[in-house]
């Protein structure tokens, strides 16, 4: 069973378009990161959510932590090819000092 | 510049013949974790080291061994490899798990391994 959901796990979009991209989970996360992954590269973290309803900007991708924090959502405005990448949502497991991986959500942004 | 280096990054070999990946980093952390990314399973935790000579193991420890005796260093050993460790393995590391800590990490740039 996943702790955390992504979905969609893939999604293929023309430039200039906006998307969403959703983390969920039934458990309560005490801290919610996002990650890039590009090809050929290791994951770089983006983000770090802590507090519910928080809301992070970086350039045109919008992070949102859910009131309840058991939800995040990442939005990009007006999308170009350099977004195109692997996004992946990371949970801390409280007590087990332990970081939880979803299964990521491929975007591919098309020219 | 602040890194974490693995190496090799690709290598090919054949079941049951010894392997080790290395994996060091600058960044003075006394985290330290390997990752296997799998299609369709995420990036699954395989060890990890809170410090030099503590080590334990993640969700998918069989047939990996790792040590810690120099804290910048955390190799991971394959010591008898078979085709379902065919996968990309990341090591990563971050400061050490305490208040306050959100579990930021930094990883490598991937070591690909085919076993065949």
């Known amino acids: 069973t996943q702790l955390l959901e992504q979905s969609p796990q893939f999604l293929s979009i023309q430039e200039g378009e906006n998307l969403t991209v959703y983390c969920n989970s039934s458990s309560v996360f005490s801290s919610l990161q996002w990650y890039r992954q590009e090809p050929g590269e290791g994951p770089v973290l983006l983000v770090t959510v802590v507090t519910g309803g928080e809301v992070k900007k970086l350039k045109r991708l919008t992070f949102q932590f859910g009131d309840a924090r058991k939800d995040s959502s990442l939005h990009i405005t007006a999308a170009q090819p350099g977004d195109t990448g692997l996004y992946l949502c990371?949970?801390?497991?409280?007590?087990?000092?332990?970081?939880?991986f979803g299964q990521g959500t491929r975007l591919t942004i098309n020219p | 510049e602040a890194q974490v280096t693995q190496n090799p990054r690709y290598l090919i070999t054949v079941t049951g013949k010894k392997l080790t990946v290395t994996c060091s980093q600058n960044?003075?952390?006394?985290?330290m974790s390997w990752y296997r990314q799998d299609p369709g399973l995420g990036l699954r935790q395989i060890y990890y080291s809170m410090n030099v000579e503590v080590t334990d193991k993640g969700d998918v420890p069989e047939g990996y061994k790792v040590s810690r005796k120099e804290k910048r260093n955390f190799p991971l050993i394959l010591e008898s490899p078979s085709p379902n460790q065919t996968s990309l393995y990341f090591c990563?590391?971050?400061?050490?798990?305490?208040?306050?800590?959100?579990?930021?990490?930094?990883f490598g740039e991937g070591s690909r391994l085919t076993v065949l």
């Open positions: 990563a590391s971050s400061h050490r798990p305490g208040t306050g800590y959100t579990g930021e990490l930094f």
């Open positions: 960044m003075n952390h006394e985290y």
């Open positions: 990371a949970s801390l497991i409280q007590g087990a000092q332990k970081l939880v």
